[in-house]
């Protein structure tokens, strides 16, 4: 992970996790409807409500519908995920009303990512004898299947960040354009951002291929290509990464996660 | 209608409605009472080689008593269904050591994994040691699955898991669409031979509430063929008929009532007691050492004689009462 950054008066110093969390949280709009697990993705979701997304509407998969959280769940099926809902609900109605289309957004991490944003959570090596098994789809699978925009907040390495995954546990744009609905996908769906401790990427419009939309405050393209076990399409224009603002810090270490169960890591 | 493919998992279950309905009509009891033991509940209904699935959502609303009870008394070559399965999975896991094998067949979505709190090392060397046959889900499909048994049809058709390997490693098939041409996936449906669900409060005939998120288990409870019910609290059939719309489980789906006061810990119970994080954190640590991990189970499962027992292990009622103030009053932090 990215050092930690000098601070400055206009700058304050944050971590690589607390930025890519402030990045995350920029790109929920207010009165979206957004699905999310435990961890960075709640925390994004929980300082977008909290700053310029007050309406934002979060939904857990065991059932959760628009907690007002009070802090971060450990669980997506614990008690904090229906703290002052909105409805209590079947984990099918959470991923039914994916299917439908009403859902926007879904936030997803996993061990492996691919050029076309394909997950792994499944396994390292041959699935009959894995090197080392992760838990599986869960519900990953399904809200990146059915939601309209799937986004992935992960660490950059080559480990991570590979040319063929293991196991092509939750689908982005599978084998590149056109293959999602050739596959049976809903139609417009698919992977929309991956946010990193170096930069933020989205998907070439034409060829699918993961591309740099903006690089983090000290990190150059050529470092996110180190990073990279594959090849970053070009990427037309390549902006900076906003810094976290005091605001977005400050409720974040305050009121988000004061325990530092996850920032702290 | 036209099957496209076929993943290559096994599929573990019959999804035949017709055997099914035999079953069901041959099931009675449903005005009787079936209030009685966790133990008396497990040795009548949970057998050797059964398909057995575990309601809630893996530290949340789970049975824990009936699953320590299945480990005590030593039940082998079980099919498991995963979704979200996290301590569940891990109570379960630890049957599969010395050359005992609890669990032979899993349907999995989610294993291993207990979320946030980071993956068990027994889990995974269960998973990973080959001896066990696997077969790919989602956790979507795991609910379609009990739909599909629940309403009484053979599958569900549904828009996920098409073209991933999830998809390659299960039993789904893909399909045409009768109506529009389009791709669907069938997912087939799934009669757990027994399951358990933990609710709130029951009669004694096994009308059940529920509060909080009822995560799949409204289509479990009316999917499986044999239904072991544990309750936080027994109430009067009088209770049950002043609300009736508060019924989510009727009392034909069950064959056993097991009064279990604090009967998901170290699990989370929705508006009654938060998780034991410090004792979660503990099974995760001893995991990873064979002699500590033996020591562990000895004395909260192996050594005691019933749920009771684990609770004293555990630090009894006043632990119960602060994972309670945590639950309703965020009195301490909650891990």
Known sequence: MAQSRQGTQESPTYSAMELMIC???????????????????????????????????????????????????????????????????????????????????????????????????????????PRVRFPGSGGANDFASLCWRTMVLTLHDRRRFVEKLDFLTTPGYLTGPGAREAAGLPAGSGPYRVITDLAVLGFHETSKRM???????????????????????????????????AEQLRILREEVDPHRYFLGR | MKVLSSGKGKLFMDPDPEAARQFFRAKRGAMDDKVMSVQEAVARFVHDGDYFASGGFGANRISTAVLHEILRQGKQNLTFAGHTSTHDFQILAAGNRNGRKLLARVDCAYVIGLEARGLSPQGRRVMESGE????????????????????????????????????????????????????????????????????????????????????????????????????????????????????????????????????????????????????????????????????????????????????????????????????????????
């Open chain 1, 23 to 129: 990045a995350a949280s920029r790109l929920l709009d207010d009165g979206a409807i957004v699905g999310v697990g435990t961890g960075a993705p709640c925390a994004a979701a929980m300082l977008a409500q909290k700053t310029h997304a007050p309406r934002l509407f979060i939904i857990f998969e065991a059932g959760g519908l628009a907690p007002r959280l009070p802090s971060m769940p450990i669980s997506v099926g614990d008690s904090r995920t229906v703290a002052e809902a909105l409805m209590a609900t079947s984990m099918g109605d959470v991923f039914e009303s994916c299917q439908r289309g009403i859902v926007d957004y879904a936030f997803l991490g996993g061990a492996q990512i691919d050029c076309y944003g394909n997950l792994n959570s499944t396994c390292i090596g041959a699935f009959e004898r």
């Open chain 1, 211 to 245: 591309q740099i939309l903006s690089l983090h405050p000290g990190v150059t393209a050529a470092t996110v290509q180190e990073h990279t076990g594959f090849e970053l399409a070009e990427a037309a224009e390549i902006t900076m990464t906003e810094r976290p603002s």
């Open chain 2, 132 to 335: 066990i046959e696997v077969c790919e889900w989602t956790n979507y499909a795991l609910a379609c699955r009990l739909r599909a048994a629940a309403a009484g049809i053979p599958f569900v058709p549904a828009r996920n898991m098409l073209g991933t390997d999830t998809y390659e490693y299960s039993a789904a098939k893909e399909i045409e669409c009768p109506f529009t041409g389009r791709k669907l996936m069938a997912l087939p449906a799934l009669y757990p031979d027994v399951s358990v669900v933990h609710v709130h409060e029951s009669d004694c005939y096994g009308n059940c509430r529920i509060r909080g998120i009822a995560v799949a288990d409204l289509d479990l409870a009316r999917a499986s063929k044999r239904l072991i019910v544990t309750t936080e609290r027994l109430v009067s059939n009088r209770e049950i008929r002043h609300s009736p719309e508060a019924t989510v489980i009727p009392s034909f789906c069950v064959d056993a009532v097991c009064e279990v006061p604090f009967g998901s810990y170290p699990g989370n119970m929705p508006g009654e007691y938060f998780s034991d994080e410090e004792h979660l954190r503990e099974w995760l640590e001893v995991e990873k050492d064979e002699h500590r991990y033996q020591q562990f189970l000895d004395r909260h499962i192996y050594g005691v004689r019933d749920f009771q027992g684990y609770l004293e292990s555990c630090g009894g009622l006043p632990r119960m009462l602060e994972l309670r103030a945590i639950e309703l009053f965020s009195r301490k932090k909650g891990g």
